[in-house]
């Protein structure tokens, strides 16, 4: 999921647990009887916060183990009805539970439900309002490609989908209709201008009308989208497109069709990360191992930063442009290692072995990896993450591109402090095709097979392998 939705979608999640906060508070006005004890001698406001601290742990487990960041975006008002009933009944469930092994007495009465149902009912119905009447907020811009029979069931649902986060620009079409407008969306173009229609247009995602189209303009749609790190959703028609004997080519086994207003859609490309709870856990790492790094690292970074200054007098942080997630710009954190260094914006000299630009304290700064620590500050302002793609330099991404076509795929994710690439050695210079090849296939594998389990993995191989500082200078 591109960032716009899904910070539309955390903040519906955000929204979900005031929205259980506000319930908790009626309780606590009302002094409901039978949940809340109204008795002056009794530690009324001690029960309050149990009761509050319970729920919003209730609710939080299902969250993680039951939600999905498409959920808040893509469910229309009845499966979102069933999805809301469906976790009343893991949220009593788990609140009871809960209250049983902390010996909440008031959750053992049934008035306890009082306050679930009171947030559940207004979660379901401002929602739905919120979601009818939504206004001049960031929306993903998406572009529909070809005009078959599905486009004539989509085009109606332009302005329902645009609750879910989108917002159809226009459409391009390879029939030979003159017609410049349809459903009151712009003609932008014919198929085989995809690339030029990219390339000159702020498209955050694709849908690709599968009928209209020969699998080749398929297939290349999907590449085209791949060299700009686009993303590319399928209406598929029938059933029948995922069948044994009838799957496309250019489709993984595991894709599955998502429905959107009853209408399935296929992503192409889809993580682990697009799942809110992983996502969730992610975040949560990040900031936590961040912090605490920075805090115990802090007196090595005054010693650090005592040494660069001493040996060449100069700025202690070295702040060059990088790419990150979505293709956005970021400052990228680093401890100067060299004496003269390159323009942060525009640079393009990369560092060679035996660089006479290296300073003394830099060369052990490089070899140790110490240079990159400062990047913590950059995980804990979201420009990247403890572990993904390494970020690279502006210039890079062209000559990249140039020999890995779905390169800007890694865009996906947030850059990390380190790597996959990294730990199998594909750090360090990147002359030969293969070098360049090795460090994306790395990179997208990650990706495409992120778990928790192996950012902790990464994090102990970056610390303990020989092969992470196989080609450090």
């Not at 004890?37 to 609710?59: C, K, R, T, V, Y």
Request: one cysteine or more; hydrophobic letters at 45%; glycine letters at 6%.
């Amino acid at each position: 999921m591109i960032p716009k939705n899904r910070h539309l979608a955390i903040n519906h999640v955000a929204l979900e647990f005031l929205l259980l906060n506000f319930s908790l508070l009626a309780v606590l006005f009302f002094r409901l009887p039978g949940v809340i004890s109204a008795q002056p001698n009794e530690p009324f406001i001690g029960d309050f916060l149990w009761l509050a601290l319970i729920f919003n742990l209730s609710w939080g487990l299902i969250i993680f183990l039951n939600g999905d960041l498409d959920l808040y975006l893509n469910f229309e008002f009845r499966r979102r009805m069933r999805y809301v009933v469906l976790n009343t009944f893991f949220f009593v469930g788990i609140t009871y539970t809960l209250g049983l092994v902390f010996h909440i007495e008031y959750i053992q009465k049934t008035n306890f439900l009082f306050p679930i149902f009171l947030f559940l009912f207004v979660n379901l119905f401002l929602f739905e309002y919120y979601g009818r009447k939504r206004r001049n907020v960031s929306l993903a811009r998406a572009l529909v490609v070809g005009k078959g029979n599905e486009w004539s069931e989509f085009s109606g649902l332009s302005n329902k989908i645009r609750r879910r986060g989108y917002d159809i620009v226009g459409f391009l079409d390879n029939g030979e209709s003159q017609e410049k407008e349809t459903s009151g969306k712009k003609v932008l173009g014919k198929v085989d201008e995809l690339t030029s229609i990219l390339g000159n247009n702020d498209i955050d995602e694709i849908f690709v009308t599968v009928s209209s189209l020969r699998e080749e303009e398929v297939k290349n749609a999907i590449e085209v989208a791949d060299y700009y790190g686009i993303r590319v959703n399928l209406l598929p028609g029938a059933p029948s497109f995922l069948e044994e004997g009838a799957r496309p080519s250019y489709l993984a086994d595991t894709a599955r069709p998502n429905y959107m207003e009853g209408l399935p859609v296929i992503r192409v490309r889809q993580t682990p990360l697009d799942k809110l709870h992983c996502f969730l856990l992610k975040k949560i790492f990040d900031f936590g191992f961040a912090l605490a790094a920075l805090l115990f690292l802090t007196p090595i970074f005054l010693v650090i930063a005592a040494l660069i200054y001493l040996d060449n007098k100069g700025p202690i942080f070295y702040k060059p442009v990088r790419k990150g997630e979505a293709g956005g710009s970021f400052k990228c954190y680093k401890f100067r290692t060299m004496s003269v260094c390159d323009d942060p914006v525009n640079g393009t000299k990369s560092t060679v072995k035996n660089d006479p630009r290296i300073t003394r304290v830099g060369k052990y700064l490089r070899k140790y990896d110490l240079d990159e620590l400062p990047q913590f500050i950059n995980v804990l302002k979201g420009d990247m993450s403890v572990v993904g793609p390494r970020p690279h330099r502006v210039f890079l991404e062209q000559d990249f591109r140039k020999v890995v076509n779905d390169y800007m795929v890694r865009h996906y994710v947030k850059p990390g402090v380190t790597g996959w690439a990294q730990v199998n050695g594909w750090r360090g210079p990147t002359v030969t095709n293969e070098q360049k090849r090795q460090r994306i296939k790395h990179d997208l594998w990650y990706i495409e097979n992120w778990s928790f389990w192996l950012d902790i993995k990464i994090v102990f191989l970056t610390v303990f392998s020989k092969k992470t500082r196989k080609n450090a200078f």
